[in-house]
């Protein structure tokens, strides 16, 4: 008896009337992210919930098309193939920011920054620079360690304190300035007190002369940050208690946009 061509596709739709087997590859390759980039099947399996046989054939495909590799060990690493669309990515969601950026200059006055956790790295992937003739720069595409900014301290405020460890002892915590925090104590402290506050301060830290307030955007795909930063003599604590409420409500509504299936509404 022939087969059903309908009930082969219905098969394969899942429940939110997309494709099962899209959906399972790319909650693999999220998987495989949240694990550090490389995992055996059996880890897959016990974390997806997924048959072994089922996550195979998902890998093969995977591997075939450049974007899972087969290591040595056996083991599956993310591909390089992924680079190309996270870079692209990385640069539409600069694009997607950039309207809520112009809004927190137009409302604070100062330099408005938006920056991923990449790796180990903070890299700034958009700005809108402040209209006074004495301002911050940072270039897009610029990459620090956390420890020494305000958007590395509103990110690393959402990981636990084992992860923050491990990061700082892999980058180490070299001094930008005299007041770059440089134990990991310091640091661990520094962040419940943006856990306490809901925003981060970066107070001559990176650069001598310079403060930067941020909090993170909240749900995010990836972990992101915005920022505003300029001359401390500017940003001063009492600047603070009326830039930090605008930073929240564009960082609330910049992260709707960005879990918007649909698009930018801005």
């Not at 899209?22 to 055996?40: C, I």
């Not at 915005?226 to 003599?233: D, E, L, R």
Request: hydrophobic share 40%.
């Amino acid at each position: 008896m022939p087969t059903s061509s309908a009930s082969t596709t219905d098969s394969a739709k899942s429940s939110s009337g997309g494709v099962q087997s899209l959906e399972r590859a790319f909650d693999l390759l999220e998987r495989m992210a949240d694990a550090g980039g490389e995992v055996g099947l059996s880890e897959l399996s016990a974390s997806s919930g997924l048959p072994l046989p089922t996550i195979h054939r998902l890998m093969r495909t995977l591997v075939a098309c450049g974007y899972v590799r087969q290591q040595s060990n056996r083991r599956y690493a993310l591909g390089p193939r992924l680079i190309r669309l996270g870079e692209s990515s990385a640069r539409l969601l600069g694009t997607w920011a950039r309207p809520y950026l112009a809004r927190l200059v137009e409302e604070t006055g100062e330099t408005a920054n938006m920056a991923l956790l990449d790796g180990d790295e903070i890299v700034y992937v958009a700005q809108v620079p402040s209209k006074h003739s004495m301002r911050m720069f940072t270039e897009v595409g610029r990459r620090v360690l956390p420890h020494s900014t305000g958007v590395g301290k509103a990110l690393l405020a959402g990981f636990p304190d084992a992860e923050v460890r491990a990061l700082l002892a892999r980058t180490g915590m070299p001094a930008a300035t005299d007041r770059t925090i440089t134990t990991p104590e310091g640091f661990l402290a520094a962040l419940d007190e943006v856990r306490d506050a809901g925003y981060a301060v970066d107070d001559s830290e990176q650069e001598i002369g310079v403060r930067c307030l941020a909090v993170s955007v909240p749900d995010s795909p990836t972990a992101a940050a915005i920022s505003i930063s300029g001359p401390a003599g500017r940003v001063t604590e009492s600047a603070t208690g009326k830039i930090v409420p605008v930073l929240q409500q564009v960082a609330v509504e910049l992260s709707e946009v960005l879990a918007n299936p649909g698009g930018t509404t801005a």
